[in-house]
């Protein structure tokens, strides 16, 4: 980072462990039932070479790369024995029951007898040994490097295969560390890594602060999706805390970095003014850190300490050459264009799992079949991701055409108490004023910042009794000895230290933001969103109706076709889930290796199961187009009947005093947070300054001695 060029810590995912397992003999024994023995003996050898690999496997033996070898090759013939090899339960099929042990609880094991949770198993195994080799790559070299951001991107790639393919054919309950929300956070943090490996390469590299800002942005975007990931069931309730906790930091950590960057760039143009708002926003970000730091490393505790160092000199430099020397006003971090990301890592899944190569089995089942499974499976995605397309248009042009129309906002709006009647604005604001704890907020910053201003008292009052002690000894001396003491003056010497300790403007600023929440206490209080909500005007039905419908019959309306925009919502869902379980289902192995020939007509046949599916979509769209239809007719009659846009005007015009409240509000908050920034900033300033009022007094008892000494003589 800025403050420092050795690497940051970064993750690694350890491998899931298996049991041993005897795969040859059970499939020897389904060739020879099913085809022939000869066939099963042509494929003995490639059986041995299976059982040989998962061994490995099991025993996690040799070195990284060895072992990345032997997962691919396995992954491989898995890939192969998946469309030969019927492997379940089943009457007919054979029965091998796979157990793994989850990779982040490692008491909890899964059996399944499926060739899917075994393939799940080992891309997950796969994605881990990637991980584990970007972390020995050496970063200090530029090789190291980029040897450490490919390995991270070949993981999000392998992690993002088992999300997007491999998981979902996982029997269910499906074990948390190789669901498709496990895999796809760790798709991120394997992105958010390459990312911050790239950034480091750009860094070594002199890349401009700019290019830098945006690198660093997406590296705190990538850790921000892994810590709401990790925020959310089930993966809250598997992954331990500090898990949450690093990526917290790192996000924040990389957010401040961003805004450190761009501050450079900004001094590097002579904007000092808009640096000293990058620097003070990244330090609101490092307080953002300070939250969760404990629960993590000594590394990161160390990354933020020394950025907190790196950060401090840079923002006193700024404000010291703005006060001085340009003079420009600091503008606000809202008034300034965010820093925009961009993301150079990419998910890439590695080329050595492509088994088209493969000659494993091919005597036992021809390829073509394969191909003719492979060509299929590509058909049935194509159909559902069209589906799936049509039925997500749906839902978004509903949402924008019922945001278009205020609802069931104007209609919430008839709830007497509902937050609906506020501007959307203020309603928001008011939320996170009530979260935040309103007045008590202020007054604990308050209470916070006397307590930081009583300590900095106690300690300068130290450091100034020091000074005057000096300077009394220095003054008996100079009156015993008259003009013989002809040393400079401790009291000419010490007065720039004395000025450092005075804290007059600083009480003065206190005291005029204590007085002015004083002063406004009852108004603050009174921010609430029920008090507010209480100031706005009611929307009621008028007292003689004009248009052609009575206003009541036009709300039930608009209610009874909400209503039913929600259910074809929810069965839109359904809908998704049933395509998905469809297709999980759809095995057509067997008839395909029946078929020779052409497998057009197979397929078209196969095809059709899928039919009374398409059918409930069209449906689906074609009623929630007719109950728009209502919508867009009943909302106009029901903003022309109750006077909604007049009303509307009135909220407005109602909430402008509740805006003022809330811009004092904010602003006492805002230089009451300046104010305890400021005091917790002074803590290390006093420490030097005790250290050199010290030294100070040390040097002048040193000094003093040689002239005493020279006097008696």
Known sequence: MTSSRTPSMLLAVHCKKTDGLDL????????????????ANDAADDLATVQQLRSEIVGLTGSLPQLHETICKYYRALCLMETRFPISRDAGHIRLSFVWYDAFRHTKKTDQCSIHFEKAAVLFNLAAVLTQQALNADRSTDTGRKEAAKFFQEAAGSFAELRDVVSLRVEAPRPVDVSPEAANMLEKLCLAQAQEVTYEKFRADAKSPGILARLTRQVSVYYDEVARALAVYPLSQHFDRSWTAHVAVKAALYDAESQMQAAQQQRAEDNVNVEITRLKEAQKALGEAKRDIKQTSKELNQQLADMEESLATQLRRAERENS?????????IADLPPVQPHSVAKSTLPSQLDASGEQMFREVIPDGSARALSRYTDMVDALIRDQNDRLAAASDDARVRLRERDLPDCLQALDAGTAAVLPEGLRSELEQLEDSGGVRHLNDLKDQIQGLRRVAVEEL?????ELQREAREDAVLRERHGAAWNRPSSAALNSTLLEKANLAAAGESDGRLEARLAQNASTFSALSLDNAVAAMPRLQAPMVSTGSEEPAAIVTKLRQALDAISRLSSERAALEEALKVEKNKDNILPRIMAVSGSYDKLFAEELKKYDALKAQVDENLAKQAAVMEVIDREAAAYKQAFGYNEWRAACETASAEVRRSMG????????????????????????????????YALTRSLQRCAPLWGLHV
């Open 324 to 332: 001085t020397v340009y003079l420009m006003r600091v503008p606000n």
């Open 461 to 465: 009052g130290k450091v100034e009794a």
């Open 664 to 695: 004092g509000y904010k602003e006492v908050r805002d230089n009451m947070s300046e104010g305890l920034r400021f005091y917790m900033s002074l803590q290390e300033a006093i420490a030097v300054l005790a250290q050199q009022a010290g030294d």
């Open 24 to 39: 040859k003999t059970p499939i020897w024994n389904y060739i020879a039932a099913t085809y022939s023995e000869q066939q």
